[in-house]
């Protein structure tokens, strides 16, 4: 698909322009102005679900033909994952149990038979890292500062009619809509 293809009517664009003028000039200060901005406003809404069916005529086909794609090879990528991890954790469990005979056999003096990174055969190399990991095994005891307020939840205790909760500040804000 190139570009030139893609068109917005001349109908569309000369309405999005005015709009646009409007919309950089617009003050209310009278109740005919307020309806004057109300119509506009439900022009501009009006504008933008047209815009919407337009760009949805054009990327429905495509997201389908994504959305093919991906199941397809999903059912092949899902076994690659399964198939690494497998391999993965054998390595590690196997590294693990010599560095444990490593520890119990310290006195030996005998060499890492950990073998520092080699290349494989298809040129690839294969070697390990440690990182610190974590796990909450008590959410109680974990400090403030690491804690992340549930917004989600938040927002359904407001929705809810709560007006108070330490530490939020609860306001009610005018939100515009056009039906």
């Known amino acids: 698909m190139t570009e030139e293809k893609l068109e917005v009517s001349t109908a569309t664009k000369g309405k999005i322009t005015k709009l646009e003028k409007f ?28 815009l919407e069916t337009q760009r949805k005529f054009f990327v429905q086909p495509l997201n389908k033909h994504v959305k093919d794609i ?8 899902g076994r690659v994952d399964k198939t690494e991890k497998s391999i993965k954790e ?31 055969k298809g040129g690839k190399t294969v070697g390990s890292s440690f990182r610190w990991i974590f796990e909450v095994e008590d959410a109680s005891k974990v400090p403030a500062d690491y804690m992340i307020p549930d917004e989600k939840k938040i ?5 809810g009619g709560i007006r108070a909760i330490p530490g939020v ?3 009610e804000d005018e939100v515009i809509s056009v039906r």
Do not use: C, G
């Open 169 to 171: 500040r609860i306001y």
């Open 155 to 159: 927002k359904a205790a407001v929705d």
């Open 90 to 120: 054998a390595i590690k469990a196997y590294r693990a149990a010599v560095r444990l005979a490593e520890q119990e056999n310290e006195d030996d003096l005998a060499p890492s038979t950990i073998e520092p990174p080699k290349k494989t």
């Open 70 to 77: 991906n199941a397809f090879f999903k059912q092949y990528s």
């Open 23 to 50: 919309s950089l000039h617009v003050t209310i200060s009278t109740p005919e102005e307020e309806v004057t901005a109300s119509e506009k406003l439900a022009l501009v809404v009006e504008a933008r679900k047209n």
